[in-house]
Every structure is written in structure tokens, then in C-alpha cells.
């Protein structure tokens, strides 16, 4: 299983919170859905840090079967509109969007 990451690495505006969460839920996330060959898709804001750690207003986490269905998905048509949308959503954001792909294992709470 392969998890593409996009963390938003930076802060919200202030007072522009809700607005930001509400249009994440709003106008994103059903983009984000249609994503072919998306699994799953999560949403993390974020609420704490270590001192001293960077900040990250959100991470958005979308599991695919394979790194071809990763493929698939950055050439569809859907995630070029996310991506303008989002141009729309970084106006209550100050910082930088980066994306990193994982292999995801799972393990059970006793390692299997």
C-alpha cells in the first residue's frame, strides 16, 4: 500500500481557522475522493507539537493499492482542479505545501 502525503508546513491565518477547515471540507475533500484509484483519504489538522518542532496546519494523507495508481491519480484531470482550488485555500496560509510518498506496512499492537 503507498500513502502520498501533502503537508502544509506553516499556519493558518489567524481568525481564519474555521473558515479554512470548512472550505478544506468543503471544496477539497470532494475533489480529493475522486482521485482514481484512491482508498482513503484523511484529513489531520494539527493540534500539538513537540517544542521547537515545525509547524504543520494540515496533512492530507491519500492511501493507494500502488505506486500505478499514484500515477493514474497525478495525471486525472480531478487533481488539476484540486490543485487550483487549493491555490484558492493558500490565501488563509502562510508557509509551503510538500508532498512525500510512503510505503505503508501495518502492524498490530503486538508487531504483527
Do not use: C
Not at 5 to 17: Q, R, T, V, W
Not at 43 to 58: K, T
Request: glycine fraction near 8%.
Amino acid at each position: 500500500m503507498i500513502i502520498r502525503y501533502a503537508l502544509f508546513e506553516g499556519e493558518i491565518h489567524p481568525g481564519k481557522e474555521a473558515e479554512f477547515r470548512a472550505f478544506v471540507k468543503e471544496r477539497l475533500v470532494p475533489l480529493w475522493t475522486q482521485f482514481p484509484g484512491a482508498q482513503e483519504v484523511r484529513v489531520l489538522d494539527g493540534l500539538e507539537r513537540d517544542a521547537g518542532a515545525p509547524v504543520y496546519a494540515m496533512a492530507l494523507a491519500i492511501r493507494y493499492p500502488d505506486m500505478d495508481a499514484v500515477t493514474a491519480a497525478l495525471k486525472s484531470d480531478v487533481r488539476f482542479q484540486s490543485r487550483d482550488v487549493t491555490g484558492e485555500l493558500l490565501t488563509m496560509f502562510t508557509g509551503k505545501v510538500h508532498h512525500h510518498i510512503f510505503a505503508a506496512n501495518e502492524y498490530g499492537p503486538t508487531g504483527n
